[in-house]
């Protein structure tokens, strides 16, 4: 291999790479064709993010809905009207469960002026939109948990602003209502402090500017400030982290003027409001160095399905809600005194840990444990039950053909490879019948692609009546079906299925108050005397289908 074939090799792999770790796709775009082109290497992600399991999605604008579509094609035009770069979020035509959303992003190539055209990347940010909206429903369930609390509370985004606030911090801070609103700047609040002296004598811009340098920094902090009306506030701040990565920062505000309460009663305090804020949502338990229950709320009585007895003594202790929840089955077969030992024994390490559990009933939990550094630990519990759910649908959605709800391309494949591991070990034959319909593209053309697509569903359920149970009816694409049929015992037997299958097809049947009527050409492999593995099976299936085609339609064919 030369030099240039090197480096194109590497460079290729180093798309391909790109595209599949950082799922970025490249296209380019002529104006004066008002035509797009995305090249091969991004076709698959594309249609990754699409959700697309055919070859319908060529370019970016076959995987959008009609505004979606209108909009991009309306910014490429500005765009190379005006000779502008562009940066633009569509949502993309996902049947999927998730709805799919990407970043376009395009500049004008240096080309003549008779040539205008773009190029650009697309960005799947799919993810970062799903952690955006969890992390909106965060924040509504941490308001209800702040407004409760005797510390004032701030929180503040990575851009500086504020987000989520309760009552006592404007109280204990002394803040203007008119100052206090969602996304008010930090730098405003400094400045309100710096001009009425909060931080001694100085310019205030200049102190304005040290602090927000500062903040920037979003360094974990803790002091006490004298208040310019006689008061002491204990200002404690730490990042707040979201999705894995620093979002902002909260500060916790205790008004020590009146009374300070003991040193470890305000450790206390405060390690609690730091593990509470770093561990919410959710259902959340908080046990003592002694394994005694110290709080508890209303959704961890509910989501776990404690009754209230449990919580009648004055002392509720580990142990016990162990023990409750292994009668019950909560931790599967087994001696419940043990696991209730075992359990025990293990919680009193206090090591954080993060688990999923699955219920007794189905239910799936979200468990992470977090130990307080004066003792005990801190647990939240969240309902995760409908996410397992999707994701359960979504792979049954990239094995299945999304129209007639038959075994797509890939799950044949692993069907195909089970057959052979299957027929290898029992000496036993199977047939790979590839069809392929005559007359569909007829059909389609004259009473459109709805009755096609009626047509093709019509086609799917035929075949599967005319096989056995434990035989597989695919679709490729198109107007192509593959049916796998499992431990055949002669060669007549396959021929017998394979007419009843032309026979079948070929009655004309009424679609929508339509009648029509077509065909199907079929080619047929035997393993193993036609091949020994599914590539080579597949295709002199197709090459005797087509075969067929050439002879006259209509008719099956055994591969010779």
């Excluded at 995305?38 to 319908?56: E, F, K, N, Q, Y």
């Excluded at 370019?59 to 991009?72: G, Q």
């Excluded at 759910?389 to 999304?402: F, G, H, M, P």
Aim: aromatic share 8%; glycine share 6%.
């Amino acid at each position: 291999m030369d030099s240039e074939t090197s480096a194109f090799s590497d460079e290729k792999q180093q798309l391909e790479l790109m595209q599949r770790v950082g799922r970025v796709g490249y296209w380019e775009y002529d104006a004066v064709a008002h035509a797009m082109h995305v090249p091969s290497t991004s076709l698959g992600l594309l249609r990754s993010i699409s959700g697309s399991s055919d070859s319908s999605a060529h370019t970016l604008l076959d995987v959008l809905s009609d505004i979606e579509r209108s909009r991009l094609q309306k910014t490429l035009e500005h765009a190379a009207l005006k000779r502008l770069d562009f940066n633009v979020e569509f949502k993309v035509d996902n049947p999927g469960l998730h709805c799919a959303t990407i970043i376009v992003r395009g500049a004008p190539l240096m080309n003549t002026a008779s040539e205008i055209k773009l190029a650009g990347t697309f960005h799947d940010i799919s993810h970062e939109k799903r952690i955006e909206s969890e992390r909106e429903e965060v924040i509504t369930q941490l308001q209800s948990l702040l407004d409760v609390l005797p510390q004032g509370v701030s929180v503040i985004d990575k851009d500086l602003r504020l987000i989520l606030w309760n009552k006592r911090f404007q109280e204990i801070l002394d803040f203007p209502q008119s100052l206090v609103h969602r996304y008010a700047l930090f730098e405003d609040f400094i400045r309100y402090n710096a001009q009425r002296g909060e931080y001694g004598p100085g310019n205030p811009e200049d102190q304005v500017q040290a602090q927000v340098a500062l903040a920037r920094k979003f360094e974990t902090h803790r002091f006490e400030r004298n208040l310019t009306g006689g008061g002491t506030v204990q200002v404690e701040g730490f990042p707040f982290k979201f999705g894995g990565s620093i979002y902002g920062f909260v500060t916790i505000y205790s008004d020590v003027t009146e009374a300070k309460r003991t040193e470890s009663q305000l450790i206390r305090q405060r390690d609690i409001m730091k593990t509470v804020i770093e561990n919410f949502p959710g259902a959340i338990s908080l046990f003592d160095a002694d394994l005694k229950m110290a709080a508890c709320n209303e959704q961890f009585k509910s989501l776990l399905d404690m009754p209230e007895h449990l919580f009648a003594k004055s002392t509720v202790h580990f142990e016990d809600l162990i023990r409750f929840n292994a009668n019950r089955g909560e931790y599967g077969p087994g001696d419940a005194e043990q696991l209730t030992l075992q359990i025990t024994e293990r919680a009193r390490n206090f090591t954080a840990h993060r688990i999923e559990r699955e219920r007794p009933g189905g239910q799936w939990l979200e468990i992470r444990g977090t130990p307080i550094p004066s003792g005990g630990f801190v647990t939240s519990y969240i309902d995760i039950t409908e996410r397992k759910k999707a994701e359960e649908r979504i792979r049954v959605l990239a094995l299945q053909d999304t129209l007639t709800g038959l075994p797509n391309r890939l799950h044949l494949n692993d069907q195909v490879e089970q057959a052979l591991e299957r027929a290898a070990s029992t000496s036993r034959q199977f047939a790979l019948l590839f069809l392929d319909l005559d007359g569909f593209k007829r059909v389609n053309d004259t009473h459109g692609h709805d009755i096609g697509d009626v047509l093709l569903i019509h086609v799917a359920k035929s075949l599967k009546k005319a096989v056995h149970e434990t035989d597989v009816v695919a679709r490729l694409g198109g107007d192509e079906f593959v049916v796998l049929l499992q431990d055949i015992a002669d060669k007549e037997t396959v021929a017998s299925i394979a007419e009843k299958i032309v026979n079948t097809i070929a009655e004309p049947c009424t679609l929508e108050g339509i009648e029509v009527k077509i065909g199907t050409s079929v080619g047929i492999a035997i393993y193993p005397k036609n091949g020994t593995s599914r590539e080579v099976l597949l295709k002199v299936a197709d090459h005797a289908m087509y075969e067929v085609k050439s002879s006259g339609k209509g008719n099956y064919r055994f591969s010779d």
